[in-house]
């Protein structure tokens, strides 16, 4: 991905960022993961909510909060290239067999690309929060309905089909 195009994805993040509904969402998300035995839930974000430039092959947002001390499960999107950032929280990413720490967005002493995951189509990815929840900031290149994930070890399918958790 081009580094311009991170830079809209990062201006959007932002953006997402400074408004009452994205806390209020966080807000949410962390009562639903504490009432819930799952290691991650989310919500969908409208595209025609946020008032900045996207790239053209992005057609959805998400928000997705992940539970502390427990892995994310290995899986992949057969049908999406995964854009994420992490907005709070810690933790490790494994993508591809490749571990390294996660770097939070509000980071002034890393790069761009140090900060956003762009993770490919087919390709495993896994995340585990350390110590705290984790939210993050997830852009997909097919729409809210249409995200699928394949588990890693049971290959059992996941349709998100845009709705919350």
């Not at 081009?2 to 998300?29: G, H, M, P």
């Not at 002493?109 to 762009?118: A, G, M, Q, R």
């Not at 995340?127 to 729409?143: I, L, Y």
Request: aromatic share 8%; glycine share 6%.
């Amino acid at each position: 991905m081009k580094e311009s195009d991170l830079q809209k994805l990062n201006t959007a993040v932002e953006y997402l960022l400074r408004q009452e509904s994205f806390s209020t969402t966080v807000e949410r998300l962390k009562g639903e993961l504490a009432g819930s035995k799952e290691t991650f839930v989310w919500s969908t974000v409208e595209l025609d909510s946020i008032p900045c430039e996207l790239p053209a092959d992005i057609k959805s947002c998400w928000i997705f909060h992940l539970r502390k001390d427990i892995p994310s499960g290995s899986h992949y999107h057969p049908n999406s290239v995964q854009h994420m950032v992490v907005v709070t929280g810690r933790g490790k990413s494994i993508v591809d067999g490749t571990r390294r720490t996660m770097v939070p967005f509000a980071s002034s002493e890393h790069s761009l690309t140090d900060k956003w995951y762009v993770i490919g189509q087919d390709v495993p990815h896994e995340f585990v929060p350390e110590r705290e929840d984790m939210t993050v900031v997830s852009f997909h290149t097919c729409g809210a309905s249409e995200l699928e994930e394949i588990a890693c070890e049971s290959f059992g399918k996941r349709l998100y089909e845009g709705h919350d958790a």
